[in-house]
């Protein structure tokens, strides 16, 4: 970050008064806009279908042609769900029953946390969206777990495969840190 | 937002190619920046000592004067459990031990989503941060409930009273409408 985005003056990095760490600061007196930096959240869901499970190749970096469930950036005036639910209509053209959330993940060293909910695919009238290469449905036996793209993906799949054993699920939450997450 | 912290230039508000909704957009063809906005999280707990509930009186807008559990904003590199340990340390020079995540509340109308943990309150010694007037531990019967400052305090703590009477907690995630979040 270069310039204030409020004012076009030049920015500082430093500790405002009151503060306890550095941020963006616009230069300008009159202006002295606070430019705060925070996590973002990536929602999304896991579709099961019959016991099998819809994964998506990514047709975009990062992890060009891995697997991963459909998932996204969480966008304003959305809540978490409705985020899951349109990305897995933008990503699989997915429809979608969502039921509860059943993971959260947090990944400080890329500042995201992660949300992942339970749904239940309607149908297999599913495809390709726009950011995906192919749309496939898994069975439990049959993941890919050497090409799967994130972390939070492989640790979702885990739980599920360990849940669905019981047939109980229970939401669960975790802390993904750099040797795992990467 | 009307400059572009990339490189200066003004911002448009437009569709950019291939995505399907409005943003912040750099109208230098050279530079380009996207200038996406997210929604931020905010981190904080329920800390409990002996049955009792610490709240804090805010010291500062919005809702200046009025009950509030330890919360703020998760920072960047931080765990949303280290950052409502923080928050606790900041506004109450609290001592807790945090137990598991208890709430999440969607508010999309401001672009939030709330964390809160359950917390234990390790002792008495705690005492108001720069953010609060006063910190003080209420009996369940005498919560100031229509002195709280947001509905997801409000929420959290219903829910508390709801399973302490139990004594079983279960993680609870819930959207607060504008109606109620107001």
Known sequence: MKFCNVCGGSI??????GDNRERYV???EACGEIHYQNPRIITGCLPI????ILLC????????????LPAGFLEN???TQQGAERESLEEANANLDIKELYTIFDIPHINQV??????????????PGI???DVKLFKKEDIPWDELAFPAIKKTLEYYIEDSAKQQFKFRSAILEPSIAR
Chains 1, 2 share one sequence.
């Open 12 to 17: 500082n990095r430093l500790i405002p008064k």
């Open 26 to 28: 616009c230069s300008d």
């Open 57 to 68: 190749r990514r047709a975009i970096e990062p992890r060009l042609g891995l697997w991963t």
């Open 77 to 79: 005036q959305e809540t």
């Open 131 to 133: 950011e995906s290469l």
């Open 49 to 52: 279908y019959k016991e099998q």
């Open 114 to 127: 992660y949300f992942f909910y339970r749904a239940e695919l309607l149908d297999t009238d599913f495809s």
